[in-house]
């Protein structure tokens, strides 16, 4: 296998690990997560395709283990996992604001996600956050004001007056 | 006269002629800015294409496609960073004449380049059709099965050096594709009895986690970053003039990108490699390659502008995507019952030809904007890397949650987003992982079909087309070999 490459990247060894340990545990359940019938044809079968799926999977990250046995692998595996972490942490604010916009409303959340996650990156000029803020409403304008794009009215609206109510459900 | 008269009549709408203008622009500024790239784009606008006709949402998110590579050579010429990965190339040579003070020269140079390439491969394009047409209707289930199994070894062939784990992503991308309920006996597959699964994991969550949250991941992780440039002064018409001194490594480089566009799995790495090889042979100075060399631009950026149209023709013909963005495309067509392959072009061929002209204004459209905002776009290349994080995460929930409002779409892409910068820290590639999970998926269906019409597994290559894609497969897997052979014999002889 002279066509992989001579030295694995940091964490590469431990990324592609546990890939092989995921695949090979969905190969265990496979018996029991997908139909296997002894009448009919072996290309009919529903456990066919998910077969060749987690069977390649667990072929082809074997064989990569393998060759990167004989791999010296960099240092800084651990670094890497830091870097890893770190990104759960953009998950989290991810997920905080997909959970605000049903209750805030989409604009008064998009605002405050762009607002904050730019104070959090470390931008502090007004000018900066100014422009993260604008951004969030321009966000919102455009795919739910101008393309309509299916996105219900937050909670908080319900204590609007009437008209404002209704407008800011179907625009903001 | 006909064909052409209705598909004038399909393009000629203002809503049309808006998404024409929006993704023609919104492509060249998407790709001018290093780090968002098309398939950010698409990924993030195709939920919000799905309220429209599937020829303005088409036209939108293609604008995108075939002009973010206009847009990501700016900065690939000016500041040595590639707007989009495939405008790599272009720093090679685009760069070091900016630096002996060559940039206007080298950006006109890349702009007329990229619309020789675009408007050669709709050309093509349309010139090929008629033979498309004769022979797209001979592909049955077998031939597609065959072609898509073609199509998923020769992505995986593709990336050298990583091959093992790139089959690993693919088969990943096959047994994703298999969550769910089976189409025929309506049995689960791999739900774990959760009910959330039950409807399978949809390709669009899977898309966006992998190329916009993760794509939004690695820029707020990593350091910030804001390009510095300068103005660029004068006209850039002159690299228009300058392109007839080369037009024989802008016809060879057009072609190329033609041909690998076509082959999916392919595309614009490959063709521009052969471009940019062939050019460096055909050249009278070709010591001056990767130090500034015109050919070596034009080659790059004619190979790359063409491969967009091109691989729009195996999705049409076969509805078989090449890469990820066909693939994300095929889903729009999906979306709108507009079903790519045979049919297609049996039954509404004024709709391809109104795409394929579409094609040919968008290149007009994105040079005429790029000669008069040259320098706007200049001011958006400095945009932070960071704040461009902030700005891509929060329009990835609207692409995710406007499918069906559901906070387990988010969670799942939010997933799908860190697997994915962890694919993209350690260089490996997510493109199998999508075309897995399309052709996977057609390749089930159509093996189903085919096998049920056959006696034994020999049959399935009883017709010319099937018995020559059999060949085609074949012969790659052996010249495979052959040069994993030849390069380990090498290796030992050293």
């Known amino acids: 296998m002279s066509a992989e490459p001579k030295r694995a990247k940091p964490g590469e060894f431990l990324f592609v690990g546990l890939f092989f340990a995921i695949s090979a545990f969905l190969l265990t359940q496979i018996g029991d997560q997908a139909k296997f019938s002894a009448k009919g044809k072996l290309f009919a079968q529903p456990a066919f395709w998910p077969g060749v799926g987690v069977i390649g999977m667990v072929l082809f990250t074997g064989l990569h283990l393998l060759t990167h046995m004989r791999q010296q692998t960099k240092d800084g595996t651990g670094a890497e996992i830091v870097v890893w972490l770190r990104a759960f942490e953009f998950v989290g604010w991810f997920m905080v604001y997909v959970v605000l916009v049903p209750r805030l409303g989409y604009l008064p959340s998009t605002v405050l996600f762009t607002f904050l996650l730019a104070l959090r990156m470390g931008y502090r000029s007004p000018a900066m956050l100014g422009w993260a803020a604008t951004s969030g409403v321009a966000i919102v304008v455009i795919f739910k004001t101008l393309l309509g794009v299916k996105i219900p009215g937050g909670a908080l609206y319900e204590y609007l007056p009437d008209g404002l109510r209704n407008f800011m459900i179907l625009n903001f | 006269m006909d064909l052409l008269l209705s598909s004038f009549d399909i393009l000629a709408r203002w809503d049309v002629l808006i998404a024409l203008v929006v993704g023609s622009v919104g492509g060249v500024i998407i790709g001018a800015i290093p780090g968002v790239g098309a398939a950010v784009a698409i990924a993030i606008l195709l939920p919000a294409t799905f309220s429209l006709d599937p020829i303005v949402g088409l036209t939108a998110l293609l604008g995108i496609y075939g002009s973010s590579m206009y847009g990501g050579a700016i900065p690939a010429v000016l500041v040595n960073t590639p707007g989009t990965a495939v405008n790599a190339l272009t720093t090679y040579d685009g760069y070091p004449m900016t630096q002996r003070g060559e940039g206007r020269r080298a950006l006109s140079l890349a702009y007329s380049a990229s619309f020789f390439g675009g408007v050669f491969a709709v050309v093509c394009l349309i010139f090929l059709s008629p033979v498309l047409a004769a022979i797209a209707p001979h592909f049955g289930s077998r031939e597609i099965f065959l072609a898509s199994l073609l199509g998923i070894i020769l992505v995986v062939l593709a990336h050298r050096g990583q091959i093992l784990i790139a089959g ?19 049995s689960k597959r791999y739900t774990f009895g959760q009910s959330w699964l039950s409807g399978g994991v949809d390709l669009i969550v899977v898309v966006l986690g992998l190329f916009a949250i993760s794509q939004a991941i ?3 992780v990593d350091k910030n970053r804001a390009p510095r440039t300068g103005t660029l002064s004068g006209d850039l018409f002159q690299g228009f003039k300058e392109l007839f001194r080369y037009k024989r490594v802008a016809s060879v480089s057009s072609s190329f990108g033609v041909l690998m566009g076509m082959i999916p799995g392919v595309g614009e790495f490959t063709a521009q490699f052969m471009s940019y090889t062939a050019a460096r042979r055909g050249s009278k100075t070709p010591e001056q390659f990767g130090n500034g060399a015109p050919e070596g631009l034009i080659a790059s950026e004619a190979s790359n502008n063409a491969v967009p149209a091109a691989a729009m023709i195996p999705l049409l013909a076969l509805g078989i995507p090449g890469e990820a963005l066909t693939a994300m495309m095929l889903s729009v067509f999906y979306v709108h019952n507009v079903v790519p392959g045979p049919q297609l072009f049996q039954n509404q061929m004024d709709f391809v030809v109104a795409l394929y002209i579409a094609l ?11 000669l008069c905002s040259t320098n706007l776009l200049l001011k958006i290349i400095q945009i932070p890397t960071r704040f461009l994080g902030v700005i891509i995460l929060t329009l990835s929930f ?3 949650y406007s499918l069906r409002n559901s906070t387990i779409d988010c969670a799942i892409a939010a997933g799908f987003g860190v697997f994915g910068f962890m694919l993209k820290r350690l260089n490996l590639p997510i493109v199998p992982i999508i075309l897995g999970m399309v052709l996977g ?45 030849k390069d380990r014999n090498s290796t030992e002889d050293l």
């Open chain 2, 398 to 400: 609207v692409g995710v």
């Open chain 2, 441 to 485: 998926g057609i390749m089930e269906a159509k093996l189903r079909t085919s096998m049920m019409r056959v006696k034994s597994p020999l049959d399935m290559i009883d017709r010319p087309i099937a018995f020559i894609l059999f060949l085609l497969i074949l012969v790659v897997l052996g010249s495979h070999v052959w040069r994993m052979w």
């Open chain 2, 168 to 186: 690993a992503l693919a088969c990943f991308g096959i047994w994703l594709n298999t969550i769910g309920l089976e189409p025929i006996q309506y």
């Open chain 2, 218 to 220: 690695v820029l707020l």
């Open chain 2, 360 to 370: 040919l204004v968008l290149n007009v459209m994105v040079v005429a904007f790029l």
